[in-house]
């Protein structure tokens, strides 16, 4: 299941969606027979009315290899074909489309099993059943994969060996160690820090970092306690020199975020926005601790930090704000603390409509904030 969270991350975040990815296996031999992302194809794909899901996606590949309809994969799918999926298959689509539950029991028992990652959310569906569905067709679910294993040869784990370097808490394959290039920085590491990072030596342009595994889940922290380690977390990081920015470039994705050194955060801020809107412009086209880890960090007003929180897909609803708020009070003046909170989601949704320039959903998005800011704020007193 790890090995299928690189397929969700190619899904281009947006507010109306979760970012899911798929794969079809022959449990057999461990062979990926195909893959799939949420939106990988166009909307509305050969007439079917909505966006495209994962395990949508990992079907229409198989049938346009084979040249079949999806109802007759069967005939040329392995015996043992397993799916792979990092959340729960819908089975109640807004748009009416064909659900992932329903394709999947439409292949008559060619998909003998399905993995899921997680339960889907009721942030838009209220109660998803699609697993029931599955099962009830006779089609075997193992859920959630953070807690099981799964014999497939393709995501077999390796096991722990005595012959692991180790980092601090970290232990470092010398597998691993051997191919790092030479000029690359390596550190021992506690806690999580990095272990090591530079550049590619035969990929131009290209930097790898890094850093201790931790497993991942999808379950929210407790708002009380997260707000209290971030809190603390805002209150213990003083910026080196009292100013605003950074002491080196940092990117959120692959495009440069603005941080040269500012007094004001006024000052820094607006520079920050400008720089996101001139890459939106350029790019358009007609369980245990939480875990906080930021590789596009800058020193900035703490509550900056909540503009990313502010679309519901980032799943940070009221509650942690107002836990937040708790211990640090609400910055004057107060009575615009939610058009900052606005106006500070705009320069994140910005960075991501110019990293994803193709997902009109996301430069609506923008256009949405934007006409909500002026309607607020533009009009003269």
């Not at 064909?98 to 029991?105: D, E, F, H, Q, S």
């Not at 051997?178 to 990929?203: D, N, Y």
């Not at 007609?286 to 897909?313: I, N, R, S």
């Amino acid at each position: 299941m790890r090995a299928n969270f690189r397929y969700g991350s190619k899904s281009p975040p947006a507010a109306n969606k979760f970012c899911v990815g798929a794969i079809l296996v022959d449990e057999d031999t461990g062979q990926i027979l195909s893959s799939g992302y949420s939106l990988e194809y166009p909307r509305d794909y050969k007439g079917d009315r909505g966006t495209t899901h994962a395990e949508q996606c990992c079907l229409i590949k198989i049938s346009d290899e084979y040249g079949l309809p999806e109802e007759r994969l069967g005939e040329v799918l392995p015996p043992n074909t397993v799916l792979y999926t990092t959340m729960e298959p819908c089975n109640d689509r807004l748009s009416g489309n064909k659900t992932c539950a329903a394709r999947i029991v439409g292949l008559k028992g060619a998909i003998k099993k399905v993995y899921v990652g997680i339960r889907e959310p009721s942030t838009f569906i209220a109660n998803n059943d699609g697993q029931e569905r599955i099962e009830q067709a006779g089609v075997k679910v193992v859920p959630d994969l953070r807690r099981e294993k799964t014999n497939s040869r393709a995501f077999e784990e390796r096991p722990d060996s005595t012959e692991y370097l180790r980092f601090g808490t970290t232990n470092l394959d010398p597998a691993v160690l051997k191919h790092l290039p030479p000029k690359c920085k390596v550190v021992s590491t506690e806690a999580h820090g990095p272990i090591a990072w530079g550049k590619f030596e035969s990929v131009v342009d290209t930097a790898f970092f890094l850093c201790e595994f931790r497993e991942m889940t999808d379950d929210m922290p407790e708002p009380e306690k997260f707000a209290a380690s971030l809190s603390k977390l805002h209150q213990k990081s003083v910026s080196p020199n009292g100013k605003f920015g950074f002491e080196v470039p940092t990117y959120a994705g692959n495009l440069p975020q603005y941080v040269s050194w500012e007094d004001s955060w006024e000052v820094f801020f607006t520079k920050s926005l400008k720089n996101a809107l001139d890459l939106f412009k350029r790019t358009s086209i007609p369980g245990g601790e939480p875990l906080v880890f930021d590789a596009c960090c800058f020193y900035a007003h703490h509550e900056y930090e909540f503009g990313q929180w502010m679309p519901a897909c980032n799943r940070f609803d009221t509650n942690y704000i107002e836990k937040y708020n708790s211990f640090v009070p609400v910055s004057a003046p107060e009575v615009d603390f939610q058009g900052r909170l606005n106006l500070y989601r705009l320069r994140f949704d910005t960075h991501v409509a110019a990293l994803f320039h193709e997902n009109e959903t996301l430069r609506q998005q923008v256009v949405d904030v934007m006409r909500k800011l002026v309607d607020e704020y533009g009009k003269a007193n």
